[in-house]
Protein backbone atom coordinates (compact mmCIF):
# COMPACT_ATOMS: atom_id res chain seq x y z
CA UNK A 1 0.00 0.00 0.00
CA UNK A 2 2.93 2.17 0.43
CA UNK A 3 2.25 5.41 -1.75
CA UNK A 4 0.10 3.40 -3.54
CA UNK A 5 -2.05 6.25 -5.10
CA UNK A 6 1.06 9.26 -4.81
CA UNK A 7 2.79 6.22 -7.22
CA UNK A 8 1.63 7.43 -10.80
CA UNK A 9 2.24 11.03 -9.87
CA UNK A 10 5.66 10.15 -9.43
CA UNK A 11 5.71 8.15 -12.63
CA UNK A 12 4.08 11.21 -14.69
CA UNK A 13 7.06 13.24 -13.47
CA UNK A 14 9.55 11.24 -14.52
CA UNK A 15 7.74 9.74 -17.53
CA UNK A 16 6.35 13.10 -19.27
CA UNK A 17 8.19 15.62 -17.65
CA UNK A 18 12.03 14.34 -17.23
CA UNK A 19 12.11 11.72 -20.29
CA UNK A 20 9.26 13.47 -22.72
CA UNK A 21 8.16 10.17 -24.06
CA UNK A 22 6.01 10.98 -26.41
CA UNK A 23 3.36 9.29 -28.75
CA UNK A 24 5.19 5.89 -30.22
CA UNK A 25 8.43 5.98 -28.20
CA UNK A 26 9.83 2.46 -27.72
CA UNK A 27 10.66 2.53 -23.49
CA UNK A 28 12.59 -0.46 -22.46
CA UNK A 29 12.57 -0.75 -18.52
CA UNK A 30 15.29 -2.76 -17.38
CA UNK A 31 15.11 -4.28 -13.91
CA UNK A 32 16.39 -7.29 -11.93
CA UNK A 33 14.73 -9.37 -9.18
CA UNK A 34 15.76 -7.00 -6.21
CA UNK A 35 14.38 -4.23 -8.04
CA UNK A 36 11.11 -2.80 -6.53
CA UNK A 37 8.08 -3.77 -8.10
CA UNK A 38 5.72 -1.44 -7.71
CA UNK A 39 8.26 1.51 -9.11
CA UNK A 40 8.19 -0.21 -12.13
CA UNK A 41 5.11 -1.11 -12.71
CA UNK A 42 3.66 2.45 -11.89
CA UNK A 43 6.29 3.37 -14.52
CA UNK A 44 5.18 1.27 -17.33
CA UNK A 45 1.43 2.43 -16.78
CA UNK A 46 2.27 6.13 -17.02
CA UNK A 47 4.30 5.18 -20.18
CA UNK A 48 1.62 3.28 -22.04
CA UNK A 49 -1.13 6.31 -20.77
CA UNK A 50 1.30 8.28 -22.20
CA UNK A 51 1.34 6.83 -25.48
CA UNK A 52 4.40 5.02 -25.33
CA UNK A 53 5.36 1.21 -25.81
CA UNK A 54 6.83 -0.20 -22.53
CA UNK A 55 8.72 -2.83 -22.35
CA UNK A 56 10.15 -4.31 -19.38
CA UNK A 57 13.10 -6.11 -19.12
CA UNK A 58 13.76 -8.25 -15.87
CA UNK A 59 16.99 -10.55 -15.23
CA UNK A 60 18.39 -12.12 -12.51
CA UNK A 61 20.26 -9.95 -10.29
CA UNK A 62 23.70 -10.00 -11.07
CA UNK A 63 26.77 -10.57 -8.14
CA UNK A 64 28.24 -7.20 -8.82
CA UNK A 65 27.77 -4.11 -10.69
CA UNK A 66 28.96 -2.16 -14.27
CA UNK A 67 31.66 -5.06 -15.90
CA UNK A 68 31.38 -6.95 -12.94
CA UNK A 69 27.65 -7.54 -13.74
CA UNK A 70 28.75 -9.14 -17.63
CA UNK A 71 29.17 -12.71 -17.24
CA UNK A 72 25.65 -13.03 -15.52
CA UNK A 73 23.75 -10.88 -17.87
CA UNK A 74 22.13 -12.25 -21.18
CA UNK A 75 24.42 -9.53 -22.91
CA UNK A 76 23.39 -10.10 -26.84
CA UNK A 77 19.58 -10.19 -26.02
CA UNK A 78 19.63 -7.18 -23.69
CA UNK A 79 21.97 -4.69 -26.21
CA UNK A 80 19.66 -6.05 -28.98
CA UNK A 81 16.76 -5.04 -27.19
CA UNK A 82 18.29 -1.36 -26.21
CA UNK A 83 20.09 -0.21 -28.71
CA UNK A 84 16.87 -0.13 -30.66
CA UNK A 85 14.64 2.10 -27.98
CA UNK A 86 13.95 5.61 -27.49
CA UNK A 87 14.01 5.77 -23.77
CA UNK A 88 15.60 3.23 -21.32
CA UNK A 89 14.74 3.50 -17.58
CA UNK A 90 17.20 1.64 -15.54
CA UNK A 91 15.61 0.15 -11.98
CA UNK A 92 18.59 -2.73 -11.62
CA UNK A 93 19.83 -2.87 -8.05
CA UNK A 94 23.00 -4.35 -9.51
CA UNK A 95 22.79 -1.48 -12.34
CA UNK A 96 23.85 -2.01 -15.86
CA UNK A 97 25.38 1.60 -15.90
CA UNK A 98 29.11 1.24 -17.20
CA UNK A 99 28.36 -2.82 -17.89
CA UNK A 100 29.79 -3.67 -21.45
CA UNK A 101 26.03 -3.53 -22.38
CA UNK A 102 25.35 0.01 -21.67
CA UNK A 103 28.55 0.75 -23.21
CA UNK A 104 27.51 -0.66 -26.65
CA UNK A 105 24.14 0.83 -26.23
CA UNK A 106 25.16 4.33 -25.73
CA UNK A 107 27.70 3.71 -28.90
CA UNK A 108 24.88 2.97 -31.20
CA UNK A 109 22.52 5.40 -30.21
CA UNK A 110 23.19 8.80 -30.14
CA UNK A 111 19.73 10.30 -29.22
CA UNK A 112 18.79 7.67 -26.75
CA UNK A 113 17.56 9.08 -23.69
CA UNK A 114 18.99 6.54 -21.09
CA UNK A 115 17.84 7.48 -17.01
CA UNK A 116 19.64 5.61 -14.40
CA UNK A 117 17.70 4.76 -11.09
CA UNK A 118 19.27 2.68 -9.02
CA UNK A 119 17.36 1.13 -5.83
CA UNK A 120 14.16 3.50 -5.95
CA UNK A 121 11.50 2.42 -4.16
CA UNK A 122 8.29 4.12 -3.41
CA UNK A 123 9.18 6.00 -0.50
CA UNK A 124 12.16 7.61 -2.85
CA UNK A 125 9.97 7.89 -5.55
CA UNK A 126 7.38 9.82 -4.26
CA UNK A 127 10.24 12.20 -2.09
CA UNK A 128 12.43 12.97 -4.41
CA UNK A 129 10.52 13.14 -7.97
CA UNK A 130 6.74 13.16 -7.54
CA UNK A 131 6.81 16.01 -5.00
CA UNK A 132 9.49 17.86 -6.70
CA UNK A 133 8.64 21.25 -9.14
CA UNK A 134 11.06 19.56 -12.21
CA UNK A 135 11.63 22.96 -13.99
CA UNK A 136 11.89 25.22 -11.04
CA UNK A 137 14.64 22.63 -9.48
CA UNK A 138 16.34 22.78 -13.12
CA UNK A 139 16.35 26.87 -13.17
CA UNK A 140 18.23 26.44 -9.86
CA UNK A 141 20.57 24.07 -10.45
CA UNK A 142 21.30 25.77 -13.41
CA UNK A 143 22.29 28.83 -12.07
CA UNK A 144 24.06 27.19 -9.13
CA UNK A 145 26.16 25.74 -11.65
CA UNK A 146 27.08 28.82 -13.53
CA UNK A 147 27.81 31.02 -10.36
CA UNK A 148 30.17 28.04 -9.12
CA UNK A 149 31.90 27.71 -13.03
CA UNK A 150 32.59 30.76 -13.13
CA UNK A 151 34.61 31.36 -9.39
CA UNK A 152 37.92 30.85 -9.38
CA UNK A 153 38.38 30.18 -5.38
CA UNK A 154 36.32 28.30 -3.56
CA UNK A 155 36.47 27.45 0.33
CA UNK A 156 33.63 24.77 1.70
CA UNK A 157 33.55 24.32 5.55
CA UNK A 158 30.63 22.02 7.83
CA UNK A 159 29.90 22.08 11.32
CA UNK A 160 31.43 18.62 11.65
CA UNK A 161 35.00 20.41 10.40
CA UNK A 162 35.67 20.50 7.15
CA UNK A 163 37.21 23.28 5.97
CA UNK A 164 38.38 22.93 2.56
CA UNK A 165 40.24 25.89 0.25
CA UNK A 166 40.40 25.18 -3.85
CA UNK A 167 40.87 26.19 -6.95
CA UNK A 168 38.29 25.77 -10.06
CA UNK A 169 39.67 24.26 -13.47
CA UNK A 170 39.01 26.34 -16.23
CA UNK A 171 38.47 23.21 -18.68
CA UNK A 172 36.65 21.38 -16.90
CA UNK A 173 32.52 21.50 -17.34
CA UNK A 174 30.15 21.24 -14.12
CA UNK A 175 28.24 17.92 -14.73
CA UNK A 176 24.61 18.97 -14.18
CA UNK A 177 21.40 16.30 -12.97
CA UNK A 178 19.21 18.82 -13.12
CA UNK A 179 15.95 16.45 -14.49
CA UNK A 180 16.89 17.94 -18.31
CA UNK A 181 17.36 14.62 -19.96
CA UNK A 182 20.76 14.46 -22.32
CA UNK A 183 20.26 12.51 -25.21
CA UNK A 184 22.93 9.80 -26.41
CA UNK A 185 24.59 10.12 -22.28
CA UNK A 186 23.74 9.60 -18.93
CA UNK A 187 21.25 11.28 -16.66
CA UNK A 188 20.76 10.42 -13.18
CA UNK A 189 18.38 10.52 -10.29
CA UNK A 190 17.92 15.35 -10.27
CA UNK A 191 19.45 17.33 -7.63
CA UNK A 192 22.89 16.91 -8.15
CA UNK A 193 26.17 19.14 -9.63
CA UNK A 194 29.42 17.34 -9.65
CA UNK A 195 32.97 18.82 -10.97
CA UNK A 196 36.83 18.19 -10.79
CA UNK A 197 38.43 21.46 -9.45
CA UNK A 198 42.14 22.06 -9.92
CA UNK A 199 43.11 18.74 -7.70
CA UNK A 200 46.94 19.63 -6.23
CA UNK A 201 45.20 23.21 -5.29
CA UNK A 202 42.82 21.40 -2.44
CA UNK A 203 44.25 21.86 1.00
CA UNK A 204 42.48 21.34 4.00
CA UNK A 205 40.30 19.30 6.60
CA UNK A 206 37.68 17.06 5.11
CA UNK A 207 35.39 15.66 7.22
CA UNK A 208 32.67 12.97 6.27
CA UNK A 209 30.06 13.03 8.58
CA UNK A 210 26.76 11.65 6.36
CA UNK A 211 27.48 8.46 4.93
CA UNK A 212 30.49 6.85 3.24
CA UNK A 213 29.57 4.58 0.04
CA UNK A 214 31.29 1.62 -0.11
CA UNK A 215 32.83 0.38 2.56
CA UNK A 216 31.22 2.03 5.61
CA UNK A 217 27.90 3.22 4.45
CA UNK A 218 25.97 5.27 7.64
CA UNK A 219 28.64 7.18 9.50
CA UNK A 220 28.66 7.46 13.21
CA UNK A 221 31.67 8.51 14.19
CA UNK A 222 32.87 11.14 11.93
CA UNK A 223 35.89 10.59 9.56
CA UNK A 224 38.53 13.49 9.80
CA UNK A 225 40.98 13.28 6.70
CA UNK A 226 43.84 15.87 6.12
CA UNK A 227 44.23 16.69 2.37
CA UNK A 228 47.34 17.79 0.81
CA UNK A 229 47.34 19.06 -2.83
CA UNK A 230 44.61 16.80 -3.70
CA UNK A 231 45.49 13.82 -1.81
CA UNK A 232 44.17 12.51 1.39
CA UNK A 233 47.59 12.09 3.67
CA UNK A 234 45.84 11.41 7.12
CA UNK A 235 42.68 9.69 8.47
CA UNK A 236 41.75 10.01 12.46
CA UNK A 237 38.29 9.15 13.65
CA UNK A 238 36.38 5.75 15.38
CA UNK A 239 36.18 2.11 14.42
CA UNK A 240 34.78 3.45 10.81
CA UNK A 241 38.06 5.72 9.99
CA UNK A 242 40.13 2.58 10.79
CA UNK A 243 37.50 0.34 8.58
CA UNK A 244 38.16 3.44 5.85
CA UNK A 245 42.00 3.18 6.14
CA UNK A 246 42.28 -0.47 6.02
CA UNK A 247 39.87 -0.34 2.49
CA UNK A 248 41.88 2.54 0.86
CA UNK A 249 45.25 0.37 1.49
CA UNK A 250 44.00 -3.05 0.53
CA UNK A 251 43.85 -1.56 -2.92
CA UNK A 252 47.97 -0.80 -2.87
CA UNK A 253 47.12 2.15 -5.62
CA UNK A 254 48.16 5.68 -4.65
CA UNK A 255 45.33 7.07 -6.74
CA UNK A 256 42.73 5.65 -4.18
CA UNK A 257 44.02 8.44 -2.02
CA UNK A 258 43.12 11.14 -4.40
CA UNK A 259 40.45 13.05 -4.43
CA UNK A 260 38.12 13.05 -7.58
CA UNK A 261 35.64 15.19 -7.84
CA UNK A 262 33.26 17.90 -5.35
CA UNK A 263 29.49 17.59 -6.02
CA UNK A 264 26.51 19.90 -4.56
CA UNK A 265 23.57 17.95 -2.97
CA UNK A 266 20.68 19.47 -4.67
CA UNK A 267 17.14 17.24 -4.24
CA UNK A 268 14.22 18.96 -2.17
CA UNK A 269 13.31 15.62 -0.97
CA UNK A 270 16.63 13.62 -0.59
CA UNK A 271 17.50 12.18 3.22
CA UNK A 272 19.76 10.66 4.29
CA UNK A 273 19.49 6.67 4.38
CA UNK A 274 22.79 4.83 3.16
CA UNK A 275 21.80 4.86 0.06
CA UNK A 276 24.50 6.50 -1.70
CA UNK A 277 22.54 7.78 -4.87
CA UNK A 278 19.74 10.08 -2.41
CA UNK A 279 22.49 10.75 0.30
CA UNK A 280 24.95 12.43 -2.46
CA UNK A 281 21.61 14.55 -3.02
CA UNK A 282 20.71 16.20 0.52
CA UNK A 283 20.06 19.68 0.36
CA UNK A 284 23.03 21.79 0.71
CA UNK A 285 25.35 18.69 1.70
CA UNK A 286 28.78 18.15 -0.27
CA UNK A 287 30.00 15.15 -1.68
CA UNK A 288 34.11 14.39 -2.25
CA UNK A 289 34.73 11.17 -4.42
CA UNK A 290 38.00 9.25 -4.02
CA UNK A 291 39.59 6.90 -6.70
CA UNK A 292 39.05 6.55 -10.19
CA UNK A 293 38.32 9.86 -11.99
CA UNK A 294 35.82 9.55 -15.01
CA UNK A 295 36.82 11.02 -18.47
CA UNK A 296 33.56 13.01 -17.96
CA UNK A 297 35.25 15.01 -14.97
CA UNK A 298 38.59 15.85 -16.77
CA UNK A 299 37.69 15.80 -20.28
CA UNK A 300 41.65 17.56 -20.67
CA UNK A 301 42.90 14.23 -20.13
CA UNK A 302 42.34 11.48 -22.02
CA UNK A 303 40.50 8.63 -20.19
CA UNK A 304 40.13 10.39 -17.01
CA UNK A 305 42.42 9.18 -13.90
CA UNK A 306 42.19 5.65 -13.45
CA UNK A 307 42.05 4.50 -10.20
CA UNK A 308 41.08 0.61 -8.75
CA UNK A 309 37.83 1.87 -7.15
CA UNK A 310 35.90 4.57 -6.32
CA UNK A 311 33.98 5.72 -3.32
CA UNK A 312 32.37 8.52 -2.01
CA UNK A 313 31.54 10.41 1.26
CA UNK A 314 29.23 13.03 2.73
CA UNK A 315 29.26 16.52 4.31
CA UNK A 316 26.42 17.52 5.75
CA UNK A 317 25.02 21.30 6.62
CA UNK A 318 27.61 22.92 4.43
CA UNK A 319 29.13 26.47 3.88
CA UNK A 320 30.49 27.66 0.49
CA UNK A 321 32.13 30.79 -0.39
CA UNK A 322 32.35 31.81 -4.18
CA UNK A 323 35.55 34.13 -5.10
CA UNK A 324 34.42 35.10 -0.79
CA UNK A 325 31.08 35.54 -1.81
CA UNK A 326 29.03 33.28 0.56
CA UNK A 327 26.77 30.98 -1.52
CA UNK A 328 25.61 28.26 1.34
CA UNK A 329 25.11 28.72 4.83
CA UNK A 330 25.27 25.35 6.68
CA UNK A 331 23.04 24.13 4.00
CA UNK A 332 21.17 27.17 3.41
CA UNK A 333 21.39 29.19 0.35
CA UNK A 334 22.17 32.75 0.87
CA UNK A 335 22.80 35.92 -0.83
CA UNK A 336 22.16 35.25 -4.01
CA UNK A 337 18.87 36.42 -4.50
CA UNK A 338 17.15 34.24 -7.49
CA UNK A 339 18.50 31.50 -5.64
CA UNK A 340 17.14 31.97 -2.51
CA UNK A 341 13.57 32.77 -4.11
CA UNK A 342 14.01 29.26 -5.91
CA UNK A 343 14.95 27.64 -2.54
CA UNK A 344 11.89 29.23 -0.47
CA UNK A 345 9.66 27.71 -3.26
CA UNK A 346 11.40 24.47 -3.67
CA UNK A 347 11.88 23.26 0.03
FE1 LIG B 1 31.78 9.85 -7.01
Known amino acids: MAYDFELGKSGRTLVRDI ?5 GDNVVITADTNSNKE ?13 GKPMVVWNPTPEGVGKAADPMLPQKTLAGALKEADVWIEYNEQWLLYSTVY ?11 YICLVEMNPDMMVRTIGRVDMP ?29 EFENHPERDMIVHSGDIMRGKSSML ?15 KLVFDGSLVPPVGLIDTPIEMTIEAGKVVEIEGGTEA ?9 FDDENMYRLAHISYGFNPGAKLTGNI ?35 DGICTDSSVWLDGKQLLDEGEIVNFSRLVELADQLL
Request: charged share 30%; glycine share 10%.
Open 242 to 250: KQFEKWLAS
Open 277 to 311: VEDERIWGGTEWGLGNVGSKLVPEQEGGIPASSHC
Open 190 to 204: PGQISWSPKFESING
Open 19 to 23: LEVEE
Open 103 to 113: DKVIEASDDIR
Open 136 to 164: KLAEFLKIVAKETGEAEEVRVTTPAGTDL
Open 39 to 51: VVKATASEVFTAG
